[in-house]
């Protein structure tokens, strides 16, 4: 059966790095694109990044982000990561990464302006990021 299975979340100190794993499995055919969003208490989901699961090309970093996460696709292990930097206090959230096989869903994901769609059909349990 599909599973998506985040793992890396822990408890940091501000100014630390934190790496995640999201890897799955259970499909005959790959997704076109995976994606990591959080959640802080009382806030929305909010879109933290993308990238097109067979690998390379354009990937989505939100804004508050930028130049401290990265997000990368290992197409040989179906494993996606996001390479956290530089952590701030306000990224503290529980982490899910998600999973997407329409092509328009991904493509607007991937090359929008502004805050990602969260339109993504599947969608691992989480883990938890705390940044102190």
């Known amino acids: 059966h599909v599973q998506l299975v985040e793992s890396g979340g822990a408890s940091v100190q501000a100014g630390g790095s934190l790496g995640l794993s999201c890897s799955y499995s259970g499909w005959t055919l790959s997704p076109h694109c995976m994606a990591w969003f959080r959640q802080a208490p009382g806030k929305e989901r909010e879109g933290v990044a993308a990238v097109y699961a067979f690998g390379g090309g354009d990937t989505y970093i939100t804004d508050s982000v930028k130049g401290r996460f990265t997000i990368s696709q290992d197409t040989t292990k179906n494993i996606t990561y996001l390479l956290m930097d530089s952590l701030k206090p306000e990224d503290s959230a529980m982490y899910y990464c998600?999973?997407?096989?329409?092509?328009?869903?991904?493509?607007?994901?991937?090359?929008?302006?502004?805050?990602?769609?969260?339109?993504?059909?599947?969608w691992g349990q989480g883990t938890q990021v705390t940044v102190s």
């Open positions: 998600a999973a997407e096989f329409s092509g328009p869903v991904c493509v607007d994901a991937i090359q929008r302006t502004g805050p990602m769609s969260a339109d993504f059909r599947y």
